[in-house]
């Protein structure tokens, strides 16, 4: 089972009795409840060659089934241009890991610094670090910043339309360490405020939020801002890099931390990943961002320099005190992002959020005049919308029946949840990649699938 582990039985042992666990088995308990664990051997037979090893993957590969995509819960299929490819995958960028020598490697310090800028811009703060490993440890970066932030502060408040992985993550996060979680309730798919004052007590560091929320919903943070800081806690907002072409920033929004999750600029859906996080405070706050940050300067000469800033992080000073436990940054993936955006401009970027919007809503239309329940709720939505059945075995009906005829239809929500109550409902996802044809050839389905 563990033929690749390359440790002795001793040296597995002594781990696992210093960390106090009996058992690989136990170690990966969590891993194993939530099915992600293969409990069998690869259906590989050992002695094979590289070539005829290469030939079962791609056999496997040759079984992924291809269609039109309408999936989203946090994974987009987004327009990319084909020189974001062809640029990215340079040798001088596609080799680069860390920049562990900045006075040698001013080509990847400036395109970071063009990516700290363009994250800027876009969330209207004032300082962005280098990127982090995904939108959903991002979260967890953010808990760690305010509790680091707030002295004797222990718990922070999530609110309950935040994606569940990041949700997830951060309670893994605190996990052992004495931090609390705590998660706002909902209601009719937005933040239900009432308690909000009350959870935001003297151990509470910060309301941490997500706009468009896990159903796609914009959230109004009216007022929100002036209530968190009233309690001296810090305001954080999870957003959509490109809805924030046309949804307010979180700057705007009176957040002190902006993160997210920068896949939807130019980065492949690519089953899942690698992704690229992102993150970004008010100037106060830039000495406790986690991760790396990269400053302009001019050399000796007076010309234009770049330099890692603000070091006294990581393994460099801090070690166990650290402001966090990145210690890179998603260079090539964060290089991508700055490719896509210049390409498109900022005019490009509104045209793609814009599209998005207007497909999402003529969907979302045509789909209520066969009589679905999509987008319903008291809040408006970006690109993404639910569609609730009558049966969970109405919606199973609909998704194979799309699928049979190319399509994706969505992701059934209860799988990112995992909660009973989300089996009836359809999250369907449409960015400006969808043609009229395709969305028209939807609501055909649909149609006969509604009779």
């Given at each position: 089972?563990?033929?690749?582990?390359?440790?002795?039985?001793?040296?597995?042992?002594?781990?696992?009795?210093?960390?106090?666990?009996?058992?690989?088995?136990?170690?990966?308990?969590?891993?194993?409840?939530?099915?992600?664990?293969?409990?069998?051997?690869?259906?590989?037979?050992?002695?094979?060659?590289?070539?005829?090893?290469?030939?079962?993957?791609?056999?496997?590969?040759?079984?992924?089934?291809?269609?039109?995509?309408?999936?989203?819960?946090?994974?987009?299929?987004?327009?990319?241009?084909?020189?974001?490819?062809?640029?990215?995958?340079?040798?001088?960028?596609?080799?680069?890991?860390?920049?562990?020598?900045?006075?040698?490697?001013?080509g990847v310090l400036e395109a970071i610094f063009e990516y700290q800028s363009l994250i800027c811009e876009l969330t209207g703060m004032d300082v962005s670090n280098a990127s982090l490993y995904d939108g959903a440890s991002a979260a967890a970066e953010a808990a760690s910043l305010a509790i680091a932030d707030k002295r004797k502060s222990s718990r922070v408040v999530l609110s309950g339309t935040m994606h569940p992985f990041a949700i997830q993550c951060v309670k893994t996060w605190a996990l052992g360490t004495g931090r609390e979680v705590v998660v706002l309730p909902e209601k009719n798919g937005v933040n239900d405020y009432s308690s909000l004052e009350?959870?935001?007590?003297?151990?509470?560091?910060?309301?941490?939020?997500?706009?468009?929320?896990?159903?796609?919903?914009?959230?109004?943070?009216?007022?929100?801002?002036?209530?968190?800081?009233?309690?001296?806690?810090?305001?954080?907002?999870?957003?959509?890099?490109?809805?924030?072409?046309?949804?307010?920033?979180?700057?705007?929004?009176?957040?002190?931390?902006?993160?997210?999750?920068?896949?939807?600029?130019?980065?492949?859906?690519?089953?899942?990943?690698?992704?690229?996080?992102?993150?970004?405070?008010?100037?106060?706050?830039?000495?406790?961002?986690?991760?790396?940050?990269?400053?302009?300067?001019?050399?000796?000469?007076?010309?234009?320099?770049?330099?890692?800033?603000?070091?006294?992080?990581?393994?460099?000073?801090?070690?166990?005190?650290?402001?966090?436990?990145?210690?890179?940054?998603?260079?090539?993936?964060?290089?991508?992002?700055?490719?896509?955006?210049?390409?498109?401009?900022?005019?490009?970027?509104?045209?793609?959020?814009?599209?998005?919007?207007?497909?999402?809503?003529?969907?979302?239309?045509?789909?209520?005049?066969?009589?679905?329940?999509?987008?319903?709720?008291?809040?408006?939505?970006?690109?993404?919308?639910?569609?609730?059945?009558?049966?969970?075995?109405?919606?199973?009906?609909?998704?194979?029946?799309?699928?049979?005829?190319?399509?994706?239809?969505?992701?059934?929500?209860?799988?990112?949840?995992?909660?009973?109550?989300?089996?009836?409902?359809?999250?369907?996802?449409?960015?400006?990649?969808?043609?009229?044809?395709?969305?028209?050839?939807?609501?055909?389905?649909?149609?006969?699938?509604?009779?």
């Amino acid at each position: 089972m563990y033929s690749y582990i390359p440790h002795t039985e001793q040296e597995t042992r002594a781990m696992l009795d210093a960390i106090g666990v009996k058992s690989l088995e136990d170690l990966f308990s969590d891993v194993k409840e939530a099915g992600c664990l293969l409990e069998r051997p690869l259906d590989i037979e050992k002695g094979r060659s590289e070539e005829q090893t290469l030939d079962i993957i791609r056999g496997l590969a040759a079984l992924n089934i291809k269609g039109v995509s309408f999936l989203g819960a946090g994974s987009y299929d987004h327009v990319i241009p084909s020189a974001v490819k062809s640029l990215s995958s340079l040798p001088a960028f596609s080799t680069a890991y860390t920049p562990y020598q900045p006075e040698i490697s001013q080509g990847v310090l400036e395109a970071i610094f063009e990516y700290q800028s363009l994250i800027c811009e876009l969330t209207g703060m004032d300082v962005s670090n280098a990127s982090l490993y995904d939108g959903a440890s991002a979260a967890a970066e953010a808990a760690s910043l305010a509790i680091a932030d707030k002295r004797k502060s222990s718990r922070v408040v999530l609110s309950g339309t935040m994606h569940p992985f990041a949700i997830q993550c951060v309670k893994t996060w605190a996990l052992g360490t004495g931090r609390e979680v705590v998660v706002l309730p909902e209601k009719n798919g937005v933040n239900d405020y009432s308690s909000l004052e009350s959870l935001l007590d003297d151990s509470a560091a910060a309301f941490i939020a997500q706009s468009p929320n896990r159903y796609g919903y914009l959230e109004d943070f009216t007022g929100v801002a002036d209530l968190v800081h009233s309690r001296k806690c810090l305001f954080a907002i999870s957003s959509d890099p490109l809805s924030l072409a046309m949804q307010k920033s979180q700057a705007e929004w009176g957040a002190d931390i902006a993160f997210g999750d920068t896949q939807v600029l130019g980065i492949p859906m690519g089953f899942g990943g690698p992704y690229c996080g992102y993150m970004a405070v008010r100037q106060d706050l830039m000495r406790k961002i986690p991760g790396r940050i990269v400053g302009q300067t001019v050399d000796t000469e007076g010309r234009r320099a770049f330099v890692l800033t603000l070091q006294a992080r990581e393994q460099h000073i801090k070690r166990e005190r650290a402001t966090s436990n990145i210690c890179s940054n998603e260079a090539l993936c964060s290089l991508t992002n700055v490719i896509y955006a210049s390409l498109l401009g900022w005019e490009g970027l509104k045209e793609a959020s814009s599209q998005s919007y207007s497909k999402a809503h003529y969907l979302a239309a045509g789909l209520k005049e066969l009589g679905y329940c999509a987008g319903a709720g008291l809040a408006p939505f970006w690109c993404e919308f639910p569609v609730v059945f009558k049966s969970p075995e109405k919606l199973e009906e609909f998704t194979e029946e799309m699928k049979r005829n190319g399509i994706f239809s969505g992701v059934k929500l209860s799988r990112i949840t995992l909660d009973r109550k989300d089996d009836s409902t359809l999250l369907v996802a449409v960015t400006e990649k969808r043609t009229r044809e395709q969305l028209d050839r939807y609501l055909a389905i649909a149609k006969r699938e509604a009779r």
